[in-house]
């Protein structure tokens, strides 16, 4: 999600003027109940945009999808930005993982394991 990160500075450097850092934006997991894969929490930066939060997301929502091929989609509620992406970075994010040697594999931890089976028949 770093890509996120970066072009959201971008996005405020370009729209507002403004140099930011990382950790000035909070970017989280979208809550089950709204619309979105990942929430830019916009609060901080109105301070430079000096606009309404929702003016503010819309404007960094607008350039985060022209800007980036993955987003599919934004939709903002009050100050927070949520980002959905296009099914095809998830399929990416899907065969980088299965594609890497470890895949699946837990390391040892030394201890034994005993697996039983039950059989509903006998």
């Known amino acids: 999600m770093d890509f996120i990160l970066e072009t959201a500075i971008r996005a405020v450097k370009t729209l507002f003027a403004t140099d930011i850092t990382p950790e ?3 970017l989280q997991q979208t809550r089950k109940e709204f619309e979105g894969d990942v929430t830019i929490v916009v609060f901080p930066i109105t301070k ?3 606009k309404s939060p929702e003016q503010t997301a ?3 929502g607008e ?3 022209a800007e980036v091929e993955q987003i599919e989609s934004f939709n903002v509620i009050k ?3 949520n980002l959905s992406f296009k099914n095809s970075y998830w399929i ?3 065969y ?3 594609n890497q040697p470890n895949f699946g594999l837990i390391p040892s931890n030394g201890k034994k394991v005993m ?3 039950s059989s509903p028949n006998t």
Do not use: P, W
């Open 24 to 26: 000035s934006l909070t």
């Open 48 to 50: 430079f945009s000096r």
């Open 58 to 60: 819309n404007a960094l």
């Open 63 to 65: 350039f985060l999808v």
């Open 79 to 81: 100050g927070f930005l």
């Open 92 to 94: 990416d994010v899907f």
């Open 96 to 98: 980088n993982e299965i």
């Open 115 to 117: 697996v039983e089976y």
